[in-house]
């Protein structure tokens, strides 16, 4: 079953990210964008190692809609074979451009 909860300046993930599910995550993730804090945080500690097209855009377009709100987000647990899964797809910046 996927899940999609915020807490706080956090919207941790669990299960398979996937087109299926990825319109449950719209709601929490604009609450994310909403929050007060600066630094933003999407944990993926616990998601499938699964992760398609789809689930890289949402990253994507948190991510950027992060930046141009003047924000830093920040992807946790990311599993290596979602890291190869986002490079073959061209969003690499989602891995290297992360904030330190």
Do not use: C, W
């Not at 079953?1 to 956090?10: I, Q, R, T, W, Y």
């Not at 919207?11 to 993730?29: D, E, F, I, M, Y």
């Not at 499938?48 to 890289?56: A, P, T």
Request: aromatic share 8%; glycine share 6%.
């Amino acid at each position: 079953m996927f899940k999609a909860e915020l807490n706080d300046n956090v919207l941790a993930l669990s299960g398979r990210l996937v087109a299926s599910n990825v319109p449950s995550t719209h709601q929490p993730g604009q609450r994310l964008l909403d929050q007060h804090s600066d630094e933003l945080f999407i944990d993926l500690s616990k998601t499938d190692d699964v992760l398609d097209l789809v689930g890289i855009q949402f990253l994507a377009v948190l991510y950027r809609s992060a930046k141009n709100r003047g924000k830093q987000l920040k992807i946790l647990g990311i599993q290596e074979i979602q890291k190869r899964s986002i490079e073959v797809a061209g969003f690499q910046f989602l891995i290297y451009e992360q904030p330190r």
